[in-house]
Nanobody
Framework: QVQLVESGGGLVQAGGSLRLSCAASGRTFSNYAMDWFRQAPGKEREFVAAISWSGSRTHYADSVKGRFTISRDNAKNTVYLQMNSLKPEDTAVYYC????????????????WGQGTQVTVSS
């Protein structure tokens, strides 16, 4: 079992930045690929970013490419999502997820989910 706890969400103006963190506890964090997903009101949950267990591979949704950066620190059991140049359409609840394999789309089979953190971008 892996427990995931997100933090770092909040209210920010368009053009601003936020850094989300996802702290993992339980089983060996470095065994898992990690993804970030988000869900806006009235919309389905969508893939945002993925990182392999070692951090050597990353992938981003087209909507965030060039603005968001996913990274991980296996020594701290934490994955991050640096979000720059935020737009109102980035407003959503952001979830981190642990996976058995590297996967970078909304159909990934997720083993564990965090509880989510709200990001609100005002115009």
């Amino acid at each position: 079992q892996v427990q995931l706890v997100e933090s770092g969400g909040g209210l920010v103006q368009a053009g601003g930045s936020l850094r989300l963190s996802c702290a993992a506890s339980g089983r060996t964090f470095s065994n898992y690929a990690m993804d970030w997903f988000r869900q806006a009101p009235g919309k389905e949950r969508e893939f945002v970013a993925a990182i392999s267990w070692s951090g050597s591979r990353t992938h981003y949704a087209d909507s965030v490419k060039g603005r968001f950066t996913i990274s991980r620190d296996n020594a701290k059991n934490t994955v991050y999502l640096q979000m720059n140049s935020l737009k109102p359409e980035d407003t959503a609840v952001y979830y981190c997820a642990a996976l058995n394999y590297y996967c970078s789309n909304s159909g990934c089979s997720v083993l564990y989910w965090g509880q989510g953190t709200q990001v609100t971008v005002s115009s």
